[in-house]
């Protein structure tokens, strides 16, 4: 199984990345995905998740309205859309399996001005 991430950087508050994840190694279209991210200093959080059919989402309160999850099962890629980025978004963002049995190595976002 593999997980890749990809799509970090540096942006200024209110801007937009978007994160990508390629994932391998397993059946990704009967899998549900998430993304994490964990602060420094703090504890890795779930950020959004997806399920294997992909109309169903959720999201942590405070990302609610600004970050978009989805998945394209032909090309086995889920994806973060953050758009109106704050310096609290600033993490290591890490894809998974919905059940976080399988982890990717992460990417660094950086907002900041």
């Known amino acids: 199984v593999q997980l890749v991430e990809s799509g970090g950087g540096l942006v200024q508050p209110g801007g937009s990345l978007r994160l990508s994840c390629a994932a391998s190694g397993f059946t990704f279209s009967g899998s549900a995905m998430s993304w994490y991210r964990q602060a420094p200093g703090k504890e890795r959080e779930l950020v959004a998740g997806?399920?294997?059919?992909?109309?169903?989402?959720n999201y942590v309160d405070s990302v609610k309205g600004r970050f978009t999850i989805s998945r394209d099962n032909d090309k086995n890629m889920v994806y973060l859309q953050m758009n109106s980025l704050k310096p609290e978004d600033t993490a290591v963002y890490y894809c998974?399996?919905?059940?976080?049995?399988?982890w990717g190595k992460g990417t660094l976002v950086t907002v900041s001005s």
């Open positions: 998974a399996t919905g059940g976080g049995r399988y």
């Open positions: 997806i399920s294997w059919v992909a109309g169903v989402t």
